[in-house]
Every structure is written in C-alpha cells, then in structure tokens.
C-alpha cells in the first residue's frame, strides 16, 4: 500500500544511506508493514445494523469477546486509559500495565468502528457516535466514552421502551407454517429484552405464554405439555414436542431439509482428492 516500500533504490535512498543501510532500512520497513497488514487481518468484527432491536444480541457478543480478550473492564471505563500526554516508562511492571491500557483502548476503539458500516442509513447515528467520541486527553479515540454513548442511545431504560416490547410479546402468536423452534428463539430474545428493562418474567409465565398461543392443530400437544407446567419443564423440552409436531404436519419441509444435507455431502465427497 506504501508505495515507497517497493521503489527504495538500492545505492541511493531518498536519505542519502548507502546500499547495505538502505536495503536494512527497507526490510526493517517491510517487516513492520507485514506486522501491521497481520494484525489488520486479524481482527475479527462483530457488526451491527444500528437497529434498536439488534442492539441486544450485538452488545452481548460485543462484551463477550471483550472479556475473553481481558478488555473489558477498558470498555466499561472500570481500567483508566493513560493519557496521551503521559510517558509511560516501560522498565517496571506499572508502565507495562498502562501501555497494555493504552493499546487496548486503541483496539477497541478500532473494532467499534470497523464494527458499524456508516454507508448504510440505519448504521450512521452508531458511527458518528463512536466516530465523535474523542477528548483532549485522548484524541484519537476513547472506546469507553464510544461504549457509553452507544449504551445511552440504544439501551436506554424507559417504560415506553418496555410497553413496546411487551406488546409484541403478548401479541405474537405461532402461525400454523411457522416453525415453532424458531417462533420460541423469538420470544426468548424478547424476553431477554424486556428483562433488561428491568420486567421480571419467570420460567412458569413464559411456557404458560408459548401453550396458549398455538394453533388449534397442536392442541393434544398442548395439553400434554400443560400436565407438566408444574413440573420441571424446561424450554428446550417444549421446543422439542412442538418441532416434533411440526414435522409431522410437514413432512415435505423435513424431506427438503433432509434433501439439502445429502446434496452438501455429496458436494463434499465430490471435492475430496
């Protein structure tokens, strides 16, 4: 990308070194370039849309990764950031914590922006958020300021926020053509959210929701299903006697299904030496 990388002459560099100092000089050059490119493809971004409803599962996955990086306590502002003004001394184990500090700050602004496409309408208000959250103190950007003004605007707690949530909750209902493992993934992420605005919903109340929006044809499922609510009935069991039905109903899907995992293998079998 450096163009000068590959145009260095060998016995006269723009500096005035010779030969041997320039053709040092521009492996020195090209390793760092190569260090640089490795780590570009390293990275590894989750993205969001900038949709409100996809905030949830993106903030969850975001953190996530953080944490397993050992980031996330700089995300959260929990681990101050040195500031650019300050030298760090790297001889002693405190100047090697702020400079891990620093870099981390550098990561995860970097991953937030790469994160969020700000070409796409629904996307820029997220990237102008993190793009703007810059300070004096750190002026090529501050991922925990970024973090904050993302939670503020797309998780703000309100009873307008948790009254739309919970209408859609109550109001969605398994259509007769909807796989029921995937309407019961719905819900759940629902719940999730509503949760985060602070609306306890036990287990009991869920599967009591998901029993008495089924359509007529799981009705002998259903009242299986509601001898055991007492129990210890778990999501995943009513999932599996739902699916199960479904099948049943429809059986042309399973085979189609059934049909695409053979012609993949097949594929697969074909491309082996």
């Not at 760092?32 to 903030?59: C, L, M, P, T």
């Not at 993190?130 to 970024?146: E, H, N, P, R, Y």
Request: charged share 40%; with cysteine; aromatic share 6%.
């Amino acid at each position: 990308m450096e163009k000068d990388l590959v145009e260095v002459k060998p016995n006269k560099g723009l500096s005035g070194v010779t030969g041997a100092e320039d053709t040092q000089s521009k492996s020195n050059k090209m390793t760092e370039y190569n260090e640089h490119s490795a780590s570009d493809k390293s990275i590894r971004v989750i993205s969001f849309n900038g949709k409100q409803a996809e905030w949830a599962v993106w903030e969850t996955k975001f953190l996530a990764k953080a944490n397993r990086r050992r980031f996330k306590k700089v995300l959260l502002g929990i681990d101050k950031v040195p500031k650019d003004s300050e030298e760090i001394d790297l001889s002693d184990d405190e100047g090697k914590k702020k400079q891990s500090l620093r870099e981390a700050n550098e990561r995860l602004y970097e991953e937030l922006l790469l994160s969020i496409d700000g070409n796409e309408k629904t996307a820029r208000v997220a990237f102008n958020l993190v793009k703007l959250a810059k300070t004096k103190d750190l002026a090529d950007g501050d991922a925990s300021l970024a973090w904050k003004r993302l939670k503020e605007k797309y998780a703000t707690k309100s009873t307008q926020t948790l009254l739309r949530l919970k209408k859609k909750f109550v109001n969605s209902k398994l259509e007769l053509k909807t796989d029921p493992e995937e309407w019961i993934t719905d819900l759940e992420d629902l719940r999730a959210q509503m949760m985060d605005q602070d609306y306890i919903m036990d287990e009991k109340e869920f599967h009591m929701h998901i029993l008495n929006n089924l359509p007529d044809a799981y009705e002998i499922v259903q009242r299986e299903l509601e001898r055991k609510l007492d129990e210890d009935l778990s999501t995943v069991e009513i999932q599996t006697e739902l699916k199960l039905k479904f099948q049943r109903m429809h059986p042309n899907k399973v085979d189609d299904e059934n049909e695409d995992v053979g012609f993949i293998c097949w594929r697969f079998q074909r491309s082996l030496p």
